[in-house]
């Protein structure tokens, strides 16, 4: 049987994200510099979205740059943000054809003057398109949305807009970059790391969590599945029992 074969269509996570991570050690192993992983990392990108898409999932989140990532050498980061304008320009068609809403979360106005303009083109263009939200993290990092959370959070406390009394977890989620998105359900991270890397710290709470070996230029869509099927023989606890979950099941 196939592994595509495999994926129960009943039990597909409504938002998968996923860090990807590989491309400068895949283009050493190569003998290559960085900037060849991150070109032949677009590759993995367009088929993991399209695979998503296909599969009917309908939220997809793409650790794309992170605050971090601006300390890197400027030659990386240069190559980057053109690789980002280069590839939006790209597949417009692609989001256009298989109905993909293109949404960005971070600090997007801090990346240079044509990646943002790029980047707010695209997502003009496709914002009617409702079969899939392809969110790219870009200059994000999670304890910095936190802290712009708790400050505009305070400044509405401070002008009498909302009480202490009222927040809760949904104000909160109100006031994060993913208000419009649901939590995550699955996060992936590739090349064998172990570390979430300030990446929707809040977001996923209750999210399933899998670590594959594969550098992301080599993640396809067979590693995909994958990562599914490991994800729908799991037992989604939300801090109940098993027997309260069986017991509802039962009823």
Not at 151 to 160: A, P, S
Not at 210 to 225: A, G, I, M, Q
């Amino acid at each position: 049987m196939d592994l595509k074969d495999q994926i129960k269509s009943k039990n597909i996570p409504n938002h998968i994200a996923i860090i990807m991570d590989g491309n400068g050690r895949w283009a050493k192993q190569k003998g290559k510099l960085r900037a060849f992983g991150h070109q032949n990392g677009t590759k993995s990108v367009k088929q993991t979205v399209e695979t998503c898409a296909e599969l009917g999932i309908k939220n997809l989140t793409l650790y794309a740059f992170s605050t971090e990532n601006w300390n890197r050498p400027k030659s990386e980061v240069d190559t980057l943000m053109k690789l980002l304008v280069s590839s939006l320009k790209k597949e417009l068609k692609t989001l256009g054809d298989n109905n993909i809403r293109l949404n960005a979360i971070g600090n997007i106005k801090a990346l240079p003057k044509k990646a943002f303009q790029e980047l707010s083109e695209v997502i003009e263009k496709t914002k009617e398109n409702n079969h899939m939200t392809l969110t790219l993290a870009l200059s994000y990092g999670s304890r910095e949305e936190l802290k712009h959370v708790v400050k505009e959070i305070c400044t509405k406390v401070k002008n009498n807009i909302i009480s202490v009394e009222s927040i809760d977890e949904s104000v909160i989620n109100q006031h994060l970059y993913t208000h419009d998105l649901p939590d995550v359900d699955l996060l992936i991270r590739t090349s064998g790391e172990h570390r979430i890397s300030n990446f929707l710290l809040w977001q996923i709470a209750y999210a399933e969590l899998y670590f594959t070996d594969v550098l992301w230029p080599d993640f396809s869509k067979e590693n995909l599945y994958e990562a599914l099927i490991n994800y729908q023989n799991r037992e989604r606890r939300f801090g109940k029992t098993s027997e309260q979950l069986n017991k509802k099941v039962n009823v």
